[in-house]
């Protein structure tokens, strides 16, 4: 479980969803002002993280714990936010979020998501399912895990083994 929460501005949106998939509480604007960010960051307690050096030496200014990423490589940035806040993540995650909507996710018995599979068979192939249970989502590790493991290993040094 992550205690600290964070809010990502719009240069971090694939950030967010990984973030997320992590089980950090990560909230991620797009189309605000840098002011609306500060008052929801003092508002909320959240940790901003952000490309945007103006954005990041105003809350540097205002006090707020505010992380500089300077790489457009998620997996590079996902290295500095676990340094910063001196995370550590198991993998595979024990705790995940929706990658859309940053609610938590809880697993399902297959047959209560089987009307919002893309296909019948995948609740026969599958066994094990999670469901956001604010925007109806199902989620499941398929085919496209091996791909998310990879990403996961290469943060090296920031990860242990579940």
């Not at 996710?105 to 297959?110: Q, Y």
């Not at 989502?137 to 996961?152: F, P, V």
Request: a positive charge.
């Amino acid at each position: 479980m992550h205690f600290q929460r964070l809010l990502l501005d719009c240069m971090c949106g694939k950030l967010a969803r990984w973030l997320r998939l992590l089980g950090f509480d990560t909230d991620y604007y797009k189309g605000v002002d840098d002011e609306t960010l500060l008052l929801e960051a003092e508002r909320t307690g959240r940790v901003i993280v952000t490309r945007d050096q103006g954005l990041y030496n105003k809350a540097v200014k205002r006090g707020l714990k505010c992380i500089l990423l300077t790489s457009t490589d998620h997996v590079e940035n996902m290295r500095k936010v676990l340094r910063e806040l001196n995370a550590k993540i198991v993998i595979p995650p024990r705790e995940t979020r929706c990658p859309l909507c940053n609610s938590p996710l809880r697993e399902v018995d297959p047959s209560s998501v089987r009307a919002l599979l893309p296909s019948e068979d995948l609740a026969r192939r599958y066994d094990k399912f999670w469901l956001c249970e604010r925007c109806g989502k199902a989620y499941w590790i398929g085919s496209h895990w091996r791909n998310i493991k990879k990403t996961l290993r290469e943060l090296e040094g920031c990860a242990k083994e579940g």
